[in-house]
């Protein structure tokens, strides 16, 4: 055995470019990763445009410190490579303040004393010209969130790691991954290899590697949906911060104008499960009814824009029951799947839980809930 760790990374997305980044900082670990598509694909669930970064947190207050350093880590990565990674822009939640959501929202940023504003129903159609705004409606701008260019973020992850000697290999698809006392084995199609450990950060393709977490995760489909400002100014980011809107049962989410034309306002939850086993099969067109009706409904709460989309883009993600991620380690084995919608602004933090996992067998900010244990079955209470 060579005196460094031998560690492979399966799957160069989200999360793997990350790990692999963290992974080539460490003078005792020799890295390598694998990329069944090429570098920077349009596969992934990473692709499209813009990922909302956000500290006050609906999801739970235990995110917080993950998302703190996750910012620091952002910052890292975008003064290195010298991109804007992380465009400042902040975060506006809307909803009505009773709701469970915006109060775990409001615990959150009071707990760890987060940065942000509350703006009533007046405050927000004061600031923000292009939305609908109910007097039972209330507002929370998230002054340490924005939003991060996610294509690019992979892309820099994975050439940096490059530079800090990881040997990266696109094109080349793990088949399978066999533990044993001698190490693992990974099988490609094109050969055999053996490592130490391996971190497989897979996606919404775990279930091909790691039949341990098939039953813990479910593929959905996401589909994000850009629409025309009618005054552009009122939705560019000197005028609008990134958003979620919550209202009577609809939940939306988007980002200011980045392209120079048209605003991001995507649905969650509302376009059903995924209709192949991999995006890569799937059928990338909508129902021209459905896109209207949803456009119709976006456009109630931004009557600033033109109510059809015009464009959209369909994307595969990985979910579990919780939506928390599963972060574990079996045997010579870490595993990352399970980011359920919400995870992208945590890939460089949940790079370094995978990379202090695969190192030392446990990482400083894990939380239990991560644990494959922590998991159940999902398929009875899916949402979307
Ligand atoms: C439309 C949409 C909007 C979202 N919005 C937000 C948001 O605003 N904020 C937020 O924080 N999160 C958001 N998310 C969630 C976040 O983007 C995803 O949870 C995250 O990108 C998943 O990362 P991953 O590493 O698990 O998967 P991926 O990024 O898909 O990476 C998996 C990689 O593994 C590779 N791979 C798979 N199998 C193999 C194999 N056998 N051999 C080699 N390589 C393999 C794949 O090709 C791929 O590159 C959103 C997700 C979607 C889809």
């Not at 202090?356 to 446990?362: E, F, H, T």
Request: glycine share 10%; with cysteine; aromatic share 8%.
């Amino acid at each position: 055995m060579s005196a460094k760790i031998r560690i492979a990374v399966v799957g160069l997305g989200t999360t793997g470019s990350m790990a692999l980044w963290r992974l080539s900082q460490l003078p005792g670990v020799e890295v390598s990763g694998f990329e069944q598509f090429g570098l920077g694909h349009g596969y992934g669930a990473y692709t499209g445009e813009t990922r909302l970064f956000r500290t006050a947190y609906h999801e739970g207050a235990k995110y917080v410190p993950l998302l703190l350093r996750a910012r620091q880590l952002w910052q890292e990565l975008g003064d290195t490579t010298g991109r804007a990674l992380l465009h400042p822009y902040g975060v506006l939640t809307t909803g009505r303040e009773s709701d469970a959501p915006f109060q775990r929202m409001l615990e959150s940023a009071a707990a760890h004393g987060l940065a942000h504003q509350r703006l009533d129903a007046a405050e927000l159609r004061r600031r923000y010209a292009g939305l609908d705004v109910r007097d039972d409606e209330a507002g929370v701008l998230d002054e340490l969130g924005g939003a991060l260019r996610p294509e690019l973020a992979v892309l820099s992850a994975t050439e940096q790691a490059q530079r800090g000697g990881a040997v990266v290999h696109d094109h080349e698809r793990i088949l399978a991954i066999t533990d044993s006392e001698a190490g693992v084995r990974l099988s490609t199609q094109h050969r055999e290899l053996e490592v130490d450990r391996v971190v497989v950060t897979a996606g919404s393709w775990i279930d091909q590697l790691v039949p341990q977490v098939a039953d813990l995760v479910e593929v959905r489909k996401m589909v994000l949906t850009w629409f025309l400002p009618r005054t552009f100014t009122d939705f560019e980011p000197s005028h609008l911060p990134c958003f979620i809107r919550d209202r009577d049962g609809f939940h939306i989410f988007g980002a200011p104008s980045v392209d120079g034309y048209s605003v991001k306002i995507a649905g969650m939850d509302i376009w059903g499960g995924a209709d192949a086993d991999r995006v890569e099969n799937a059928n990338l067109h909508l129902d021209p009814d459905r896109v209207s009706a949803f456009g119709s409904r976006v456009h109630e709460l931004f009557p600033g824009v033109q109510p059809e989309p015009n464009r959209f883009s369909v994307h595969f993600d990985a979910f579990t029951a919780s939506r928390d991620p599963i972060i574990d380690r079996f045997g010579d084995i870490v595993v990352v799947t399970g980011l359920s919608g919400h995870g992208f602004k945590l890939a460089p933090v949940i790079g370094e839980l995978a990379r202090d996992l695969a190192v030392d067998g446990q990482a400083p900010g894990y939380h239990p809930d991560f644990a494959v244990s922590a998991h159940h079955p999902i398929g009875a209470d899916r949402t979307g």
